[in-house]
Structures are given as C-alpha cells and as structure tokens.
C-alpha cells in the first residue's frame, strides 16, 4: 500500500482540494486481483488491463463531473459548482462588473483576480527569484521550479510533476485522447497550446520576436534558442571532450565523431549511419524525393534547410552581417569566406606547390594548374580554360555588342558586373577596408596584396637561394639575378 501522503492543493479561488489524493485512490480501484488469491493484489504496471479498460478508467477519474453549459470538467463536485457560479453571473444580474471591459462575476476573488490584469498588480512575490503573479496558486506552482518538488505523481508510470495540470496533460499519453483538433489539417494534440502553436504553421504569425536584431519565431521556445548567438550561451556539453553547443541538434551530431558504431545501413550503397533520422535523409538522394516546395517559384529542395536558404532570395533577407565593412550575406559560410579578406587567413594550402588560399573553391580551381583540366570550353570555337572567368574574358572576342555605359565618361561594357566596378574609379567607393591600419581599397585583390605586408607573409620563394616575396612580381624580377649569373659575365 502507498503510505505517501498526498500535499492538498489550492485551487483557483483559494479552496482546497486533495485532487492528487483522490486520483491515487481512484485509480488503485482499477486494480485487479490475482487467480490464487482474493486479497493479493498486483498493479496495473505489472499486469496490464486492456487498453480500452485503462483509457476509460483514467479518464474517468478527471471527467466525472462535466458542466452542462460548456465542454469543461471537473475532478469534483464542488469545483463544477464554483465554475458554474461563473454561467449564472452572466445570465443573471451579477454583484461585480469590470469598469474596463465587459467581464461580470458573482464571485468576488474572481472579480479581484480580474481586475489585477488592467491595474498590473501582482501581489505574490516568489522570495527566490522575485518574480510576481496574480494569484496565490500560481506563485505556490512556480516555487516547484525552486525546490524541484513534483506533488502530483501518475499512478501508470510513476513519472511526477510539479502541477495538477501537467499530469491531467500527462495522463492522455495513457488513454491515447487528443481533444484539441486542427480545423485545417485536421492533426489532433494533447494540449491546447500545442495546438495554438501549430496553427501558426498554417497562419504564418510569429508573435515571438528578438529584442536584438527583431527576428521573430512562431513558438517561445525557438526564439529561446536563438537568443543564444546574441548571448552565446552554449548549454549543451559533450561528456567525452567537453565541447559545447547552442543547439541540442549540434552536439547529437558532434557526438557521432565519438561513436562509431552504426547501426542503421543504406540497402542502395551500404553507407551506413549512426541515426535513422541521417538514413532517412540520406535516402532521398536515391530517390530523388524533394519534399520541400518554395510558395514563390515552386522551386523544390531536399532538405528543410535547403529551402530556408532559398526563401532569403526572394525575402532579400541577409542576416549574416560583416563586423568590419558592413556588408551582409545569405548564408553563414559566404561571411565566413568573406571575413578572411579582412583577416589575410589562408587556410587551404596547394600539396603540389604549397601554395595557400581564402576559400575551398579557389583551391580547387588552382589545382587545375597541375592537373591540366580545363573544365570551360568556349561554345563558338571550343578553345579551353582553366577558369571561368578566363572564359569570359574570352567571350569579348566574339561579343562585339557592349551594353553596358557608363554615364560619367561614356566607356562601355559587355558585362554588368564590370561596368559596376569601373564606376568605383569614379565614386571613390572603396568597399575593401584594412582591418589593421584602416586603409581602403577599391578592388578586394589589392586589399589582399597589402595585408600581407602586416605580418610580413611572404608566400613566394625563390627556388635558387631561398628568399622570400610579398609579391609574384618581386620573385619575377629577383630571379633575374640568377639568370644573369648563370650566363657569366659579359665579355
């Protein structure tokens, strides 16, 4: 037998109720007796009743008295009266009326309790963290939070919580009842609040918004999370090296780098991965499924993440912005890339020359120096390039027409893009800013040029005896030298 002994709650308008109390003792009725014995008693979590059995004893326990005006129920008589109170004051002539709104009430706590939300009065301090509320119950909730104790325990599984509601919420896990319906989709929910988030989804409204750079989220809890980048708290931390992370999601895939099994295989390539959801997502390459259509072109993605990306072309939104000049981006990676402009960071290095570079891509492009591929072939004469942009400038043989003029010395262009950075020779625009001595440039290569003369980077050696240059053109003249002594001197 449970000797616990079961804390009364205080309900709404101050009353008490043992409801955790009487659901024990309600449930334990659903107990059945065992063959060999009619006092022995074994509990529903060790010999399970059917399911229908189980569903319609527990709901029972919190459905028995309903209000015969509206679709609420109550675990007791007296309560339904009291929220009975509440139809009568409207139907007849009431004792309290609100001077601001149209709210009536027989009931005078429940007036006071009103009233409080116009006035702002939160007379219920907690003495912990001194947060205030309206009402006394809410305060006696929140200090749950504070001791961590958990009065209202199921009587299925024995999980615990700090609220009479949360375990009601809890309790149609069991019985499998889903009240609260979508009208647009027709998905059911536990909890009205889930279903209140889930209409946004199909509303598009996103109450939730930063305080800091004003972005705003359908549900609380996102834009908690992403309050994190602005504070840059990491709460999630690896248990085997201690590395942590904003996002949940973040350190489940970092923790891949430490387990090594994997269990769930490709039956397409055998490319094996440590989670289903990964092999899920891997086998839409297979299949060709993009499950993720853009409203706007109809464009379609495979990843969810894909697709967010993309909306940013037709929002124009840029939220990735540069700390040094300012200028702002799509996606996180292209101000990363960007931001190496301003540092002189070169972290991709050629394994044939030795060689470095900003970006992944110029490294890759450079390697085709080596291996003599050339990937851009001119469609009118089928000459090759090692570059694209070699190729373009090679157009201009054959494209006589030049579009594009410009209005301050009549210069023309084939290009958009180069009529755009000839017009900075006569703006004086110089977009690229030394992040060291604050000097501007008005092309990124010569920004480039000059931050190596900072921390004295010298990438270009003589093979002959080992000096090193800032710049090609500095190891293009010094090699001379050695030209001219291996021919000797002049006779």
């Not at 109550?74 to 009266?81: G, P």
């Amino acid at each position: 037998m449970d000797q616990k002994i079961c804390k009364e709650v205080e309900t709404v308008d101050g009353q008490v109720d043992s409801f955790s109390h009487r659901v024990r003792k309600e449930v334990k009725q659903l107990r059945i007796l065992k063959p060999e014995s009619s006092t022995a008693r074994t509990p529903i979590t060790q010999q399970k009743l059917p399911q229908e059995q189980l569903c319609a004893g527990i709901s029972g326990i919190f459905r028995r008295f309903p209000c015969s005006r509206c679709s609420w129920s109550f675990a007791s008589e007296a309560v339904l009266q009291r929220h009975e109170q509440r139809h009568r004051a409207v139907s007849i002539d009431p004792k309290y009326k609100c001077t601001h709104s149209p709210y009536v009430t027989d009931v005078k706590a429940c007036n006071t309790c009103h009233a409080q939300t116009h006035t702002g009065e939160k007379p219920y301090r907690c003495s912990m963290c001194s947060k205030s509320f309206i009402r006394a119950s809410t305060l006696k909730s929140h200090t749950h939070k504070h001791t961590r104790e958990r009065p209202y325990k199921c009587s299925v599984c024995e999980k615990s919580f700090g609220r009479a509601s949360t375990l009601k919420s809890h309790t149609q896990t069991h019985t499998g009842e889903k009240p609260y319906k979508c009208s647009m989709c027709g998905k059911s929910f536990i909890q009205s609040s889930k279903l209140k988030s889930h209409t946004r989804m199909h509303t598009g409204e996103r109450p939730h918004k930063c305080s800091v750079c004003d972005k705003s989220f359908g549900q609380w809890s996102h834009l908690k999370t992403h309050t994190r980048i602005h504070t840059g708290e990491r709460p999630y931390t690896c248990s085997m090296c201690d590395e942590s992370f904003i996002w949940a999601s973040t350190l489940k895939t970092h923790m891949r780098i430490h387990i090594q099994e994997k269990l769930f295989r490709c039956s397409q390539c055998d490319k094996s991965f440590s989670f289903a959801s990964n092999l899920k997502r891997h086998t839409r390459t297979h299949t060709g499924e993009r499950s993720y259509n853009c409203s706007v072109c109809d464009k379609s993605f495979l990843w969810a993440s894909n697709l967010q990306r993309h909306m940013r072309i037709h929002t124009r939104e840029k939220p990735y912005i540069c700390s040094v000049c300012g200028k702002s981006f799509i996606r996180a990676s292209s101000l990363k890339s960007h931001t190496r402009m301003h540092t002189g960071e070169r972290p991709y290095k050629c394994s044939v020359c030795n060689k470095s570079f900003g970006q992944g891509s110029h490294l890759k492009t450079h390697t085709r120096i080596h291996t003599g591929e050339r990937r851009y072939t001119c469609s009118m004469c089928d000459e090759s390039f090692v570059w694209a942009s070699a190729l373009k400038t090679h157009m201009k043989s054959h494209i006589q027409e030049k579009l594009f003029r410009c209005s301050h010395c009549d210069k023309s262009f084939t290009l958009a893009s180069y009529l755009k950075r000839h017009t900075r020779i006569h703006t004086g625009e110089r977009s690229y800013k030394c992040s060291v001595c604050d000097k501007s440039f008005v092309w990124a290569s010569n920004l480039q040029r000059h931050m190596r003369t900072h921390p004295q980077e010298k990438p270009y050696t003589c093979s002959v005896c080992g000096k090193s240059f800032i710049r090609a053109s500095g190891l293009k003249i010094h090699t001379h030298i050695h030209i001219l002594e291996a021919r000797g001197p002049i006779t």
